[in-house]
C-alpha cells in the first residue's frame, strides 16, 4: 500500500533501523490510515519468550480473609493458560515476619520477571522491597501499600478513608458515648495498614465539634482476648461503640451476644461467613467489603498484560469503600 518493502514497513513499525523520510511518510500515513495495531500475541509467539509472575500471599489456612485472594490469582491463571506466562503462587505465616522474608528471598532466587504481594509487615517488607530493586524485579503490592521504587504499582483501598467511613457509620447509629478502636491478632507497630484506618477513623471524629467523649484504643490478641475484652468494658462504662480494623470482628460480635451487650454498636471488615452471620443476626451493624478477590485478580491481570500485550500498568488503582448491612449482603456473597 505505501509501495515500499516489508523491511521497511517492519522498520518504521519496530522504530529501528534507517529509513528515508519520504518512506517513512508514506508508511506513517498508511498505518494512521488504516488504524494499524500490532498483533502482540503473534509477537510473543514469535519471540518464544515465556514470562515468570510470583504472587506472594499470606497462607489462607492461618487467615481465611486471603481464601478469595487465591480464587482471584486462579481465575487469571485459568483466562491466560494459552498465552506464554508462568505464575506461581506461594505462602507465608500472616503471623511471623520471618516466614514473609523467607518466602521473598526463595522467590528471588527464581529471579521472575516480576512479583505480586501482600505487604503486611512494614519493616520486613522495606527490606525486601530494596531486594527486588537492585535485582530489577517489578512488583506490584495489594490490600495495602508500601513506598519504594520497586512497586510499579498498588491496588486496594484508601485506608485512611475507610477509617473515616467506619467513624461515620458509627457516630450515625450509636448513642452519646465513648467510641473504641479494636486491634486484634496484628503486631500495631509493624501494620501500617491498621495505622491508617486508625487515623482516619480518629480524624473523622476529632473534625466533630459537638463529639465531647474519648476515642479510645485497645489491642487484643487470642492469647488475652477472653479475659482483655471484659475487663476493657469494664473499665469504660461509657463506651457505645466499637469499631474493629481487622477481619476478626466475629469475635467482638461472639462476646457481645454472649454477654446479651445489645447496647453497643459495632462495625468491622470483611466478609467471612462468621462475621456476615453475625451481620444477618444483628450482632454486627455494619461491614466494610475490602474485595480482596478483586485486589489480587487486578493487580496479577495488570502485570500479566504489561508483558503479553505491553499495556501499561497504572501507578495506584483504588477499589471502593463498600458498606454492607445485612440487607445487602447477599449479592456480595455471590460475587
Known sequence: MAGVSK?????????????????????????????????????????????????????????????????????????????????????????????????NLAIQGHAPDAVLLAPLFFKEASIVMQDYENLGIIVST?????????????????????????????????????VAILHIDE?????????????????????????????LQCKLNRDNFKSAMPDFLQAHPNLTSLFVTTSKTYKVADFLQNNNRTDICLVGYDLLNENVNHLKSGSIDFLIHQNPKQQAYIGLKFLAEHFLFEKEIPSEILLPIDIVNSENVTPFMRG
Not at 510499579?152 to 452519646?176: E, N, T, W, Y
Not at 477513623?201 to 459537638?210: M, T, V, W
Request: hydrophobic content about 40%; charged content about 25%.
Open 187 to 215: 503486631q500495631y507497630e509493624n501494620a501500617v495498614f491498621m495505622q491508617e484506618k486508625e487515623q482516619g477513623f480518629k480524624s473523622f471524629f476529632e473534625e466533630l465539634n459537638s463529639f465531647n467523649f474519648n476515642v
Open 7 to 103: 523491511g521497511t514497513v517492519d522498520r518504521v513499525i519496530h522504530k529501528r533501523g534507517k529509513v528515508s523520510e519520504a518512506a517513512l511518510k508514506k508508511v506513517t500515513e498508511i498505518l494512521e490510515e488504516i488504524d494499524f495495531r500490532p498483533n502482540l500475541i503473534a509477537k510473543n509467539l514469535k519471540n518464544n519468550k515465556t514470562y515468570h509472575i510470583c504472587v506472594l500471599l499470606p497462607d489462607p489456612i492461618k487467615d481465611p480473609y486471603w481464601i478469595p485472594c487465591v480464587t482471584g490469582v486462579n481465575d487469571v491463571i485459568f483466562e491466560l493458560a494459552h498465552f506464554g506466562i508462568n505464575i506461581e503462587t506461594s505462602f507465608f505465616d500472616p503471623t511471623n515476619s520471618k516466614s514473609f522474608l523467607d518466602a
Open 142 to 178: 495489594f490490600n495495602n501499600d508500601i513506598e519504594s521504587k520497586a512497586v510499579k504499582s498498588f491496588i486496594g483501598q484508601d485506608l485512611f478513608q475507610s477509617g473515616r467511613v467506619a467513624a461515620k457509620l458509627l457516630h450515625s447509629i450509636s448513642k452519646a458515648g465513648d
